[in-house]
């Protein structure tokens, strides 16, 4: 089994105690901005501060091709992967936008493009972004009829993402949130989502870029098969990944383990990255107060996750994109929850009258 390369640790619960008694000292009336407060409860916890900080924030965006994509269980071609890699280094993506709307870094992986990235064509002078190549191989196999990787590229994959992560921990990233690219990779998360939640496939496919109704009845008989064929351990979060799962989820879930491990807060986008952080609740439940859910996707399988997870999702855009297009959306809200620890006024210093019971 992979094992963890440094222990994650519980939430600091002095912080917490402390910034929960700041907040309750702050002008307004206790527990008035309700959610709000809880995060940065939270975050100070993650931080070990009683004032936290979302502040650098990046977005990672794994990129992987999936060899399912034979079956027809996308409505877009593979092609699409590597197309938006350059789409993303080239800052014209949904990602790039809602990321500099957030003031955060994009992060580009390829870890698993079935094509190799055309440097060249790889767009020069957009601060804040950078491409990391950490190719484990080209696309996974058809896993309708083999695995979609070996138990050592998953493991690799994991690795990539614990790498990345105490990486950008070191960089000084606060607070990382989770994106992804792979066409095929809604039908990976709900295989995974079935294996590791329990729930029936059906309940758990949706229509991923646009499929119909017939495309999906299809792709959960493609899953059905991928699991039959494969026979994942629901037991064994790797095993999983690596039967019916994909580089970029392995990547990300390898990410999130070692943000916590770090001491820096994940912010789970859709239904993939929650596909990714479920394998990283399985392998480490610790991990689990690091995670701040960000919306609830249309994927009807992202409600059952987002349940798994125990995570309150802050907002539902009926978003279906991926990409990490609502954690960084989020991000804002988190950055919002912290300022308003550092840089709201006590009732002592204001000379406002405090509560009178
Ligand atoms: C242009 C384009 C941009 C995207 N950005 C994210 N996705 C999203 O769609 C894909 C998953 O859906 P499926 O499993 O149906 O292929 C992933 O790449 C996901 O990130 C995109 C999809 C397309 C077509
Ligand atoms: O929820 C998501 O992350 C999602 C849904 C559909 C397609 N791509 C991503």
Known sequence: MWKLPKQIEQLNQESIEQARMRHDQL???????????????RLAGIQGATIPTAEPAAVV??????????????AFPSEVTVQMVL???AGGAAINVLARNAGA????????????IPLEQVQAGNSGNRLWIEKVRYGTGNMAKEPAMTRDEAEQALSVGWKIGRELSVQGYKVIALGEMGIGNTTASAAIASVLTGKPVPEVVGAGTGLSTEGIRHKSEVIERAIATN?????????????VGGLEIAGLTGLTLACAAHRVAVVVDGFIASAAAIAAVRIEPAVQPYLFASHKSVEPGHRILLEALDLQPLFDFSMRLGEGSGASLALP???GAARVL????????????????
């Open 27 to 41: 002008t307004k009336p206790p527990g008035s901005l309700g959610m709000l407060e809880e995060i940065g409860i």
């Open 61 to 74: 965006v794994m990129a992987g091709d999936h060899g399912v994509t034979e079956e027809g269980v996308s």
């Open 87 to 89: 789409n993303f280094m």
């Open 105 to 116: 870094d994009v992060h580009v992986v390829d870890i698993g493009v079935k094509a190799d």
């Open 231 to 243: 026979a994942p351990d629901p037991q064994d979060p790797v095993d999983v990944l690596a039967k």
């Open 333 to 335: 809200v988190l950055q």
């Open 342 to 357: 550092k840089e709201m006024a006590t009732f002592a210093e204001a000379g406002v009258s405090d509560g009178v019971s």
